[in-house]
């Protein structure tokens, strides 16, 4: 630390965007003025990308933050928090750059604001290398919520690749603190389904194609449950470019929501889109874990600002969790402990995620 700036490399474990979200969404929750340095030092292109600039600018406007460092393909930042205050507040990363990575990084923090936000993230909704939005909306929601808050999120307009222009509207009221979950209960299948999509000039054949072929996919392993996977054509005034993909979510009797997805692109078989969601469902079933890869890493700063110990149960911890960890613990009070999961058949990967959570409260509530 300099003064008292708390220090984060940017470059170590995942290396890349995610530690800048962690570390800011928790500089600006516990007013910790903080320098990030070798951001996303490994990657081909280091530094900042339009959609890590606009997560930096919206945190910074949620609570009259000041930012240095705030430009394309700087590796390093400073970003002195202020008060978090609710209203309206405008995201745009002007590219296909994903506005469910927008919302994970504003999210923790709107929730211990003044007053009610409203965020209007505009990007991609459905781009490569993070969640789509129907994710955000089918399994993160649902879940997230059972750390006793709510949230309306309304798909204004979808964008996708290379140019996005979408646009999602969140609104949320603040909390005086978060409830622990625990998630350690799988249960079995009850119902699977989803969504296969296209945008723009492709035809609905293809839609159809994807989900047929997911089906096909899944029918091999689960047999005996009504599949249901709807193929939408996106209304054209509700969809900016071309693009197609798609999401198949399981649900289970304990109430958990494991899903698989994956986004169609020129050259890419559509029975190879269906296919690959239907395979990254099954991964994800086989685990015998309560959450998804996914949704992993995204409950750890939650579980972090919760009071009292979360339990959660997921398959092999992936890196982006493991990283969530590090730097939720080197900024919060919460301790997390990873245990391999006895109960069950010893051949699958299952592990505890626990957390004692600092148990934040909201100063103006």
Partial sequence: MDGDRVEIDGGIMEGGG?????????SC????????????????????????????????????????GGEIGSTEITFTPGKIKGGTHIADTKTA??????????????????????????????A????????????????VEKFNFTFNCDIKRRGYYPQGGGEVVVQMSPVKELSPINLTERGTVTKIYGRAFVAGALPIKLAKDMSAAAVRCIRREIRDLYINIQPVREPDDRAVG?????????ETSTGCLLAGSSLGKRGKNSDKVGIEAAEMLLQNLKHGGTVDDSLQDQLIIFMALAKGVSRVKSGPITLHTQTAI??????????????????????????????????MINPNL
């Fill in 242 to 250: 071309t693009g197609s993909g798609i999401i198949i979510v399981a």
């Fill in 29 to 68: 929750l516990l007013g910790l003025p903080l320098r990030v340095r070798r951001i996303r030092a490994g990657r081909s292109q280091p530094g900042l990308r339009p959609q890590h600039l606009s997560g930096l600018e919206i945190i910074r406007d949620l609570c009259d933050g000041k930012l240095s």
């Fill in 128 to 143: 490569e290398m993070a969640p789509q939005i129907d994710y955000t909306v089918m399994v993160f929601k649902p879940i």
């Fill in 18 to 26: 995610q530690i800048l979200r962690v570390s800011t969404a928790l």
């Fill in 326 to 359: 590090h730097f939720a613990e080197q900024l919060t009070k919460a301790k997390f402990t990873v245990t391999k999961s006895e109960e069950e058949d010893p051949s699958n990967d299952t592990y505890i995620i626990e957390c004692q959570g600092m148990g």
């Fill in 97 to 126: 750059g994903s506005v469910c990575l927008l919302m994970q990084v504003a999210m923790p923090c709107v929730l211990f604001a003044a007053s009610p936000s409203e965020l209007h993230l505009k990007g991609g909704t459905n």
